[in-house]
């Protein structure tokens, strides 16, 4: 139980996937504009992460493991991602309409999300089982959540003040996001101690 | 477009890194050491020329509707040969990338210069602007490992510099360091470079996921971008 605590919080926190390992910065830096799109947007990453993994993982175990097909891994995960994605977009619009309307536009830019493809190899890395595999996806796509909700409320200050010229639009957005990693830093240590 | 030309406007005017502001994730994760950068950069490159000689190669063959799968199976299976070979040859280098060499698949220099250039263009063409592409990519990493290492760990690849080893700043070549540095350079090029690509150069279409996005995330990052003109 402890090690699954954790491995949440270090997910979340420590080795969190934007900040730190610098995983999905294209959905950090371009959809974070505003709160209710970032937080859609992080909402359906924490989605697609679980069931990536919930997916892939017996896939790698009991499919690639056994046949010796290791190095197929990377063309069989993108593309069961990518399947995965469709699917999930299909059912959902077919059965709840009004999940699919606020979800909906982010599934499909989540399909080449290096966050979600990340995730489901680092689970097989670090050589996770199941349980604690679907606990660090879930501790990452938090770890998501929590840094497009930050940034995007850092983001809204930045918006309309007095910049200098060629600092402004992504270069400040850049700097921004430094500061913000920055206090993501202090964490380092916290966890381990917690439970020692 | 000459071939001269052609390979040159991925070196400087249109820059996948610091002006397409493609394939951003490496870019930061990849250049805290200078040899961990020139991995990187060579990695991707050897994918982006097979992968547009191939793609550019088949392009009258692959339905239009399912090209985009198409390209991505292509592209993996590459990634899958590279990460076997650095593997093999190069274990080092693939302990220091780790999980960012297999990410080469969702790297989207890879697959807007598929969708931008190789579904279009004859096969020599595609290769010369898949190395174009490739060398600016790999400079743009070098650029920002050689600050972030000589002023950070106080080495260049690996070999350490007689003051800066004493004071070297460490926090550059953590997670913050690479925002930071990332900021300073594309401030520097919008700066001093003469050459503001047009929108229409770069548009929407160049980004994988044109198609579906709808403008929700990648259009916006693009549309900051040449805001500054």
Redesign the interface.
């Known amino acids: 139980m402890t090690k699954l605590i954790i491995i949440l919080l270090s997910a979340v926190f420590i080795n969190n996937y934007v ?9 950090f ?3 974070s ?1 505003k709160l209710d ?1 970032a937080t859609g ?1 992080s909402i359906a990453v924490i989605f697609v992460m679980l069931m990536a993994t919930a997916v892939t993982y017996p896939i790698q175990i009991f499919l690639l493991n056994p046949n010796d097909l290791g ?5 069989v995960f ?2 069961v991602i ?1 399947a995965l994605v469709q699917l999930v977009e299909i059912i959902l619009k077919r059965y709840i309409p009004s999940l699919h309307k606020s979800l909906g ?2 599934l ?2 989540i ?4 966050a979600v ?2 995730v489901t ?2 689970n097989i ?1 670090e050589g996770y089982s199941f349980l604690e595999a679907m606990v660090n996806s879930l501790g990452s796509g938090l770890g998501f959540f929590l840094a497009m909700v930050i940034f995007s409320g850092v983001r809204s200050t930045i918006e309309g003040r007095d910049i ?12 921004a ?3 913000t ?2 206090s ?2 202090g964490f380092g240590g916290i966890i381990e101690n917690l439970f020692a | 477009m000459n071939t001269a030309q052609n390979f040159a406007k991925g070196l400087i005017k249109e820059n996948p890194v610091l002006v397409l ?1 493609l394939g ?3 870019t ?2 990849t250049s805290t050491s200078v040899i961990n950068a020139l991995g990187m950069g060579a990695a991707a490159t050897v994918v982006l020329l097979c992968s547009n000689i191939v793609i550019s190669a088949l392009r009258k063959v692959i339905p239009d509707k399912v090209r985009i ?1 198409c390209y ?2 292509l592209i ?2 590459f ?2 040969m590279v ?2 070979l650095v593997k093999a040859f190069a274990p080092d280098l693939d302990k220091s990338l ?2 960012y060499l ?2 080469i ?4 220099i890879i ?1 807007g210069r598929a969708e931008m250039f190789a579904n279009k263009n004859k096969v020599f063409d595609s290769a010369i602007d898949a190395l174009g592409m490739g060398a600016g990519f790999t400079l743009a990493l070098f650029l920002m490992a050689a600050i972030r290492e000589t002023f950070g760990a106080g080495t260049f690849c690996g070999i350490e510099i007689p003051v800066l080893i004493d004071n070297h700043i460490s ?1 550059l070549t ?7 540095v ?3 350079l ?3 090029v ?2 001093f470079g003469k050459h503001k690509p047009k929108k229409k150069d770069f548009g929407c279409e160049g980004c ?2 044109a198609a ?3 403008k ?6 693009k549309e ?2 040449t ?2 003109d």
């Open positions: 900040l730190s390992r610098f995983l999905g910065i294209c959905p830096l371009g959809v504009k799109s947007m190095y197929l891994q990377t063309i993108i593309l990518a536009v982010y499909p830019l399909t080449t999300n290096c493809l990340g190899i680092l890395d200098p010229k060629s600092f402004q639009g992504l270069p400040i957005t850049l700097v996001a430094a500061i990693s920055l993501f830093l | 502001v951003t994730c490496p930061l994760a799968p991505i199976v993996a299976g990634v899958t990460q076997m780790g999980i297999p990410l698949v969702v790297n989207c697959l926090i953590m997670a913050p360091g690479g925002f930071f990332f900021g300073l594309i401030a520097a919008n700066k994988p996921q579906s996005c709808g929700t995330g990648c259009g916006e990052i900051e971008a805001e500054n």
